[in-house]
């Protein structure tokens, strides 16, 4: 994200508001500095003024991420692109934090241990894995913020000896499996090391849709699910759950689907959905809970990195 952009954006639509930076801090409980600071660049606004602050301004949060108006026509690119780029920033103040990291053992050797374990356990020392984004950051709360409901979104970092990305849809009904689509969503990839994101954002609160994302800082691909055109007719009024792998860090294999998340479709609203895709890297244990839950319609995402 442009802090600098945000800024003369927070700015410029304050001015238009008519508001001192000092009639702005008052309602927002802040400080007139903390606004100065906002506007400069120096730093972003905490995540819990957001929406009071975009309120405020006339503006919506997709725009106080772009830094810029946006026309009607252009909001779904858009909120699209700032999910990528809130995953982004979480990578990179990551990064940053390693770096500091490595500085510092080298210095103070006493440190290496503790710090040592703090990198392990972050992935630091793993060369292909995918890691989830962590929904209690701030770039977690950013991005429940910008989607329509939870998306779940990944950073990879793969080994030069991969050469492409695919990402498949596998349908379970009555926890058979009975269709999967796979391939239409495959991104070759090139380089030393690659590094990307895979998005799984559900907008079932508006459109009835699903939709992934496969992208590096070269490119992005992209495909979407209408799911009712999945559901027999007879579907009119059913509940959907979206659960994702959320343990953190993942391994990656050659050529081994992992599971990413599962979108549960019923008729009966009693249904309890289980959250199988929350805790399991094995695509087999997945599958076998699916199965064991009983539930009529299930759709499982997976990414798999491969070799030609």
Known sequence: MDQI???????????????????????????????????????????????????????????????????????????????????????????????????????????????????????YFLSNYLKSLDYNTKEGKMAVMLSDGYPAIYQFHVDKKYTYAEVSIHKYVDGVERKISGGDLRH??????????????????????????????ESRIETGMDIESELPEYYEDYSTSFTWQSKGIIKAKTNEEIPLGILYVSNDESDIFPGVAESSESIEDTIRGIKDAGIDYAFLFTVRFGID
């Open 188 to 217: 070759f990839i090139e380089g030393e090391k690659h590094e990307g994101t895979v998005a799984l954002i559900p907008n079932t609160l508006s459109s009835n849709e699903l939709k992934l994302i496969l992208a590096t800082n």
């Open 5 to 123: 952009k945000i800024g003369n954006y927070i700015s410029e639509k304050r001015k238009a508001a008519g508001l001192t930076q000092e009639q702005l801090a008052e309602k927002l409980g802040k400080s007139g500095k903390s606004v100065s600071k906002w506007e400069r660049g120096v730093c972003l606004p905490d995540v819990s003024v957001y929406t009071e602050l975009c309120d405020i301004l006339g503006i919506t949060l997709n725009e106080f991420f772009a830094g810029e108006d946006i026309k009607p026509i252009d909001v779904p690119a858009r909120s699209e692109k700032n999910l990528l780029g809130v995953a982004t920033e979480g990578e990179n103040r990551s990064g940053r934090f390693k770096k500091i990291a490595i500085a510092i053992t080298a210095v103070a050797l006493g440190l290496a241990a503790a710090l040592g374990f703090v990198m392990i356990k972050e992935g």
